[in-house]
């Protein structure tokens, strides 16, 4: 189904904008915000009787157990113009789900479509409304703006500052690291804000129970939850002010340059080597440095930490890594990003790698090196979305296993993004929603895998490359693969079968693979999503 789709320019968003939010002139104030997009889309909006696209929140997707992303069709009922939300009935689903028939629906998460039963509405006036609406929360709103004073005009303060923002980001004139920072503090602030949410109404839950005590660590929790906002937020304000960014960019440019300088002059550039051992006796250390001795070069220079969150932040690109048993809390791949080597020397079930607190991020992982490999180590999804995300460059994992400890339908393993390749040997993917996701134009080999406790294996796209050889893809609750296309469909029509379905798909090559006792089927092959509603380049984005 085809639906409306909006590109516009600064200068338009900002004119566009401006109009709905102050078009009479007063002050608005952040608490005031809602209430001005209630009068612009009571105004412009069809209050019922349209279709549209719903596509389903990841969170929303836990609840009903289903894969994220999966999208809807639904008919608007009813619009609360005042909530900004939508009573839909949902009309067709792609897949066997179960859903309510109708569900309270935010109007930012649907899509209005071109084919309308009834051709009198005003679909272009309601999808543009949408898509300001959508434009507007997703990408300038914050989640700390709310607590912003009644006195200042949330408008002529942030309004034309983050739209800026946007399309610096979205042009590269913010640099990639400083958007990764960005977009991570955004993500983290609106994680933090659903989480304030969801403890304040269990403190009024509580209230309401008639309950004189409440409970210390609740409290403690909240507290530090919105010290952590409050924290976000000033960082924030100083990376929304151009001036101010160029500064810091220059300033940490200027360091790095230094820092590189230093090094040069100490020793010549050559590839560093690192210990992670996380203690133990005398005999143990000898016996664990007899291991490293055994891998790794004895000619590298080598260090000793008791961290590998802190190695990976110290270390250079391209170093080697060799870490001991035990759990090693990391917050990302740090340096090791553009490139270089984590290896264990025991049990990979014993040296497992998992992320540090609460953390928002998208994944544990994510790689945009020319050259990186994994050898030898357990890595734990948690509570994040993905393990491991490959995003440019070639990843290579050996011998390892990808894992959420915490099963859920929409946990997966390993991301490969549009030209980021993975070769990927010897690796069990374990109690994941989804082991392996390629996009189109990833490339992946994989060579004796298998999986053990997933709802499904192996998603493509269109024009994704996948060469597997020797691998077991069986005793999925769902599908060992599951390729959306519109390439090797004709129609909308569905279809589920065997390998065979794959016989004239020339991106997939299986050779000596096994398939067995698959709940729903070892290939479906189903209508690709929109691309409007599934990619994944908007400067921005906070969900992955």
Not at 16 to 24: G, K, W
Not at 75 to 97: G, H, M, N, P, R
Not at 440 to 460: A, H, T, Y
Not at 475 to 500: D, M, P, Q, V
Request: proline share 2%.
């Amino acid at each position: 189904m085809e639906i409306y789709t909006f590109d516009k320019s600064l200068q338009e968003r900002l004119v566009e904008l401006t109009e709905i939010l102050s078009s009479r002139g007063e002050i608005v104030p952040a608490s005031q915000i809602q209430a001005e997009w209630s009068y612009h889309i009571e105004l412009v909006l069809e209050p019922v009787g349209w279709q549209a696209l719903w596509r389903i929140p990841r969170l929303v997707c836990e609840d009903f157990q289903i894969h994220y992303p999966t999208i809807v069709v639904v008919e608007v009922e009813q619009v609360d113009f005042s909530d900004l939300s939508a009573l839909v009935k949902i009309t067709a689903v792609q897949d066997e789900i179960q859903l309510p028939d109708k569900y309270d629906v935010p109007l930012i998460e649907l899509y209005p479509t071109h084919n309308q039963e009834n051709e009198a509405l005003d679909m272009v006036g309601t999808a543009s409304c949408i898509d300001q609406l959508r434009f507007f929360y997703n990408y300038l709103w914050m989640p700390w703006d709310i607590d912003d004073d009644d006195n200042i005009d949330w408008v002529s303060v942030h309004l034309e500052t983050r739209i800026r923002l946007f399309f610096d980001m979205k042009r590269g004139i913010v640099s990639k690291e400083t958007s990764e920072i960005i977009r991570g503090l955004v993500r983290e602030g609106k994680e933090i804000q659903q989480r304030i949410s969801r403890l304040e109404d269990t403190i009024s839950e509580k209230d309401e129970s008639h309950t004189d005590i409440i409970d210390g660590g609740t409290a403690c929790q909240l507290m530090k939850l919105h010290f952590r906002l409050q924290q976000i937020k000033r960082e924030m304000e100083v990376l929304e002010n151009p001036a101010m960014r160029e500064i810091l960019i220059q300033n940490k440019t200027s360091s790095l340059s230094n820092d590189k300088a230093k090094r040069k002059d100490s020793k010549e550039e050559s590839i560093d080597g690192h210990f992670v051992w996380l203690g133990g006796t005398l005999e143990e250390m000898k016996e664990a440095i007899n291991k490293v001795q055994a891998s790794i070069s004895t000619e590298l220079f080598f260090k000793i930490s008791g961290s590998l969150l802190e190695t990976l932040h110290t270390c250079d690109a391209g170093d080697i890594i060799v870490v001991g048993e035990g759990t090693h809390q990391i917050k990302g791949a740090g340096c090791l990003e553009d490139g270089g080597t984590i290896k264990g020397i025991y049990n990979l079930e014993n040296t497992i790698l998992s992320m540090k607190d609460t953390e928002t991020a998208p994944s544990l992982l994510d790689f945009s090196g020319s050259e990186v490999l994994l050898e030898n180590i357990s890595v734990d999804v948690g509570d994040l979305r993905a393990a491991i995300i490959v995003r440019a460059g070639t990843t290579k994992i050996v011998n390892c296993k990808i894992c959420a400890f915490n099963q859920n339908i929409v946990k997966l393993g390993i991301v490969v993004l549009p030209k980021a390749k993975l070769v990927i040997e010897n690796t069990l993917f374990d109690s994941l929603g989804t082991g392996l996701v390629i996009y189109s134009n990833g490339d992946v080999c994989m060579n004796n895998c298998s999986f053990k406790n997933c709802v499904e294996g192996i998603q493509l796209y269109d024009n994704a490359k996948l060469m597997a050889r020797n691998c077991v893809l069986g005793h999925f609750k769902e599908y060992a693969i599951r390729l959306e296309t519109h390439k090797y469909l004709n129609g909308s029509k569905s279809k589920c079968g065997g390998a065979e379905l794959l016989q004239n798909v020339s991106e997939i090559s299986l050779h000596e693979c096994k398939f067995e006792a698959n709940g729903k089927g070892d290939v479906a092959l189903k209508a690709g999503i929109p691309y409007i509603l599934k990619k994944q380049d908007e400067p921005m984005n906070v969900e992955a």
